[in-house]
């Protein structure tokens, strides 16, 4: 029995769901184990394009079994109608999804703050976090301060009731008297989510257990995480991160599994670099100058968020930022995603190091401030003109392709063992397979 955690390497976007997908071929169940909808994971399965967004990505496959765990906050609207969503296309998903009932809930005066303190924050002449105003960080916020709503308490209509009422009235003190914004209906909130809940409830449990016994019976399991490990909220450019632990080791205390049980790291990370929001981007380029290099990035690589419709920076690959997140998240192998985006380029550039206030620096600084101050020291290497769409052999990668990606080895120091070259489930280069621990 070998499970799998896999984790995006820079700043979310890497293309964890088509890898999650494909791997899923030989595992019985995948986990999620953190964030919320604000998550965008998109699959591409002979040709037709699927869009997730806290859903498991191993919900295509069918008899495999979906896991969502502790540390996803939870809106009940969301999950429901991407469930909807996919049953309308045939696929079936309640026999097999498991909720945590331990999982904090999203409600919509959550979003509503979210929202809220963007504008004021813009108003005031104050740099927005870029968040997706989905009322994700409010609602860890909730859960940290201990008084947040969970799934477990729909099961107690009167008590949720109760609950539900004295979080109303604090968010909409803070919502009109220190956001100047409308504050919102608590009858309406209660009534939809009390409807929801008797569709949710009964894919709801003990998804710690469940875990438990999967591994005891020799399942193989996949753990998903969402964003990136640059959006961490500990260790991602602080404060332009996201409200949760993204990296490796929150796949045990977000799922509710020993940390014996993880047995491979896998790590997501384009052939260059991406972000979506506000923050310091150290190798980024100008997206919108016709026949400039980020134009083709962003072009050529579709580079629009699944969740949010807006534009992602795009920029260079960043070795000190991939050399940060494989420390942190004990990486085992790399997955190099988007190679084919590179094709056509005369030359290609790998962010090597940093200038920081006259010295040079080989691993991305904490903090927001210092990331800012970084000028990247550039290598340069020989690009590639023909075509690697959809190519699954490395050897029939070009020369240079492979010599870039071998720099990147070097340079990393985590082996690749995975290359995506296209957007379908096939357009895979397998070099070791994760399960083959």
């Not at 945590?100 to 002449?125: M, N, T, W, Y």
């Not at 989905?134 to 477990?152: F, H, M, N, S, T």
């Not at 980020?294 to 534009?311: C, I, N």
């Not at 380029?345 to 190091?353: N, T």
């Amino acid at each position: 029995m070998s499970n799998v955690v896999v984790v995006g390497a820079q700043w979310g976007d890497e293309g964890k769901g088509k890898l999650v997908d494909w791997l899923t071929e030989q595992a019985q169940g995948v986990v999620r184990f953190q964030g919320g909808h604000n998550a965008g994971h998109t699959l591409v399965i002979k040709g037709q394009k699927y869009a997730l967004h806290v859903m498991p990505s191993g919900v295509m496959r069918e008899g495999v079994r979906c896991y969502i765990g502790n540390g996803v906050v939870l809106s009940p609207a969301k999950i429901l109608e991407e469930i909807k969503k996919f049953e309308a296309g045939g696929i079936e998903i309640r026999p097999r999804l498991h909720i945590s009932d331990a999982c904090p809930l999203i409600l919509p005066f959550h979003a509503a703050l979210d929202v809220a303190r963007e504008v004021k924050l813009e108003q005031s002449g104050h740099s927005k976090i870029g968040t997706t105003g989905k009322g994700i960080g409010p609602a860890y916020e909730d859960k940290i301060a201990r008084r947040a709503l969970r799934v477990q308490d729909l099961r107690t209509p009167d008590l949720f009731i109760k609950k539900v009422g004295e979080l109303a009235e604090y968010y909409n003190f803070i919502l009109t008297k220190w956001l100047n914004a409308s504050p919102i209906e608590i009858e309406p909130v209660i009534e939809q989510t009390l409807t929801q809940a008797e569709e949710l409830l009964p894919m709801c449990g003990d998804v710690s257990e469940l875990l438990y016994q999967a591994c005891a019976r020799g399942d193989r399991l996949l753990f998903e995480g969402a964003q990136g490990t640059l959006l961490d909220i500990d260790h991602g450019t602080y404060p332009y991160v996201t409200s949760s632990n993204v990296v490796a080791g929150n796949a045990s205390t977000g799922s509710g599994i020993g940390a014996d049980k993880l047995h491979y790291v896998l790590g997501i990370t384009k052939a260059y670099c991406t972000r979506v929001g506000e923050g310091p981007f150290p190798t980024e380029l100008d997206i919108f100058a016709e026949s400039s290099v980020g134009h083709h990035l962003s072009t050529v690589g579709a580079e629009r968020g699944v969740t949010t419709g807006r534009f992602r920076r795009c920029g260079w690959l960043d070795i000190p930022a991939l050399r940060r997140s494989n420390r942190i998240n004990g990486t085992t192998g790399l997955c190099i995603t988007k190679l084919d985006v590179l094709d056509g380029l005369k030359e290609l550039k790998l962010c090597v190091a940093y200038r920081l206030d006259g010295r040079l620096v080989d691993l991305l600084p904490q903090g927001a401030d210092n990331i800012a101050r970084c000028e990247p020291i550039y290598e340069v290497m020989p690009g590639w003109v023909q075509s690697t769409v959809g190519v699954v052999q490395y050897e029939q990668l070009p020369l240079n392709a492979r010599n870039y990606l071998k720099r990147i080895e070097e340079l990393s120091g985590v082996p690749i063992d995975m290359i995506s070259t296209g957007p379908d489930r096939d357009h895979t280069i397998l070099i070791r397979h994760p399960f083959a621990k």
